[in-house]
């Protein structure tokens, strides 16, 4: 005879109607031993300016250019783009139909954080994060109006288990010339959320007034008895591990009160709620093994702004939320690996998307190195 | 005026067929300097048995069951599995249409492929590597035909930076009572390929006479010009780097002579092609750095063998491959990571596929350890 299911014991598959994909919850196999690699701890201490950075203020970069003495924070072109600017070139005739190859231009930029060698999002002001989110903006306006860009992709790597090669504050934005594959995936999945039959709730509405995935999603879990998956919330925004998150510590943010397409959509107001929410996020990030805690974060959101200040459409339907996607398992050294089976077959996890919300809402919102002494 | 597009140089493009997913490749970028992180190197004085490997014949497990004393190849269920077997609990009621989960049974088997602590398949011998094909099979076999049962994965993660804990040669087979999402991604390709209108080649076709893609796709790189993405071939299977690779050194192994669903479809002499293939493959790899090279290999095919034997059914389309998903890029402690706006975006990677199989194909068949003195 089957037996009573029960979420944080039985292993299960969730569905993310995000990418159209399932992934493996494996909430029994924590106990199982661990015999894989450790990394290396992060250093903590270091400098408030380093001579040797190329991010620091006035330092000389790799490709020979310099780096201005900037007060709060500052853009430039990557010395070493993974996309050109046009002019293009055309397309080659492919040998055969399996064959083809579409040439991609655009930009990539660096962006500053803030002059300080030392000092990430968790430990900036929320004046300072608010500089951070007009950066993204001004550079989201920048390269989404040149001529033939299709998609501008703001993310952040932080962490050299991330691959990320500097532990200044920076991030970066790659403009397409191209729709980039995901991109295409969440808004094909948005569409078609828009357009089904789906029981009325008193949700926020997309372009419309049809349903929008994302404000069912954070309606729901903003709303549901427990909350369980919620880790933050406030005014505008709420920070949850989402029902289908990979990652063991995953987050998904996003504004809840309503449909919004964009960072340039924001009230003052909602852009404050934002600060807020990104300063009490990334510190109960760091706290949870203490350490500065590595991370993918991407913002999703219309691909382009508007080309008409004020003007609406299809692309409205994007709903503006932010993937973080951090890779530490179970403290500071042991990472999740994505590999053998998650490569070939589908994506697992262990501990519940739950268990992983449980965590974080018990982490203080007083960084650790704040807190020392 | 645009100018004449040249793959080695330009950014631009591919598409995968069998994920639906395009990846950027960025050619020129190979010039940017170095700074991330380097991996640990790995050990190379293993002992030929260690008495702390779970794996080694006669140890006793973590869960304190005990390895047989096994002269070739030994098979057991994993201690820790991460699905587990019927009677699988009943799907929950969901409290939300986005909030559904759905239980998932199987059995995680894990293949030892030989007593020898110390030697993986690159220094195995040819009657020993084929002992590990006919392990693949009778497990596929076996799991394949328990009640329930939707797909069998095999495959294996090697070294350490894959999160593999324990160097003794070995190999996984989970098997799912669902079909996990890559596999049905592959499938829908597969499906919608042979249902397309292609130009009429003279590729080897699939089941009914319709074109296959995989047939298609291998009988094209054996036979095109300069052959540049090919690493291997011998009798009846190919070894090449896919014009859509995404990792590194990414290798796609296939059968190009005729249309083969599964590993339980090779005649004696496709085997013996098979294990030849395995080994040469597998020595290159560890010649490309001297080292242990790390990899998560896949083996794709029908997802359970038919239900009849000789029987066929519409399973059929599947056409046997083997994945190679390595992670190393420049050295033995240099490896891709995959961040950012791969995470967020696009998958990406730096020199082309044709560079990767072009180093492959410089490296020696002969074992760099046994090369020495
Ligand atoms: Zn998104
Ligand atoms: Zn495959």
Known sequence: MAQLFDPSTHPHRRYNPLNDQYIIVSPHRTKRPWLGQVEPPQSIDLPQHDPACYLCPGNTRAGGKQTEVYEHTYTF?????????????????????????????????????????????????????????????????????????????????????????????????????????????????????????????DAPKGPGGKPCLLCEYAHTEVNIEGAERVVVKNDHWVALVPWWAYWPYEILLLPYRRHIPSILHLTPEETHS?????????????????CSFAYSMGIHQRPVPPSVPDGADQDDIAHLHIHFSPPLLRSATVKKFMAGVELMAEAQRDFTPEQAADRLRACSEIHYLDARG
């Open 77 to 201: 072109e990557n010395d070493f783009s993974a996309v050109l600017p046009p002019p293009i070139p055309q397309a080659p005739v492919a040998p055969h139909h399996l064959l083809t190859a579409e040439p991609v231009g655009g930009g990539c930029d660096v962006l500053i954080f803030h002059p300080r060698h030392d000092l990430t999002m968790p430990r900036l002001s929320l004046q300072d994060i608010e500089r951070i989110i007009d950066q993204w903006t001004t550079t989201y306006v920048k390269r989404g109006s040149e001529e033939g860009i299709r998609h501008v992709q703001i993310f952040e790597n932080k962490g050299a288990i991330m691959g990320c090669s500097n532990p200044h504050p920076h991030g970066q934005v790659w403009s397409f010339t191209t729709v980039p594959t995901l991109i295409a995936q969440e808004k094909t999945n948005l569409i078609q959320y828009s357009d089904s039959e789906h029981p009325l709730s």
């Open 274 to 290: 934002f600060a807020d929410i990104l300063s009490r996020v990334t510190k109960r990030y760091d706290n949870l093994f203490s």
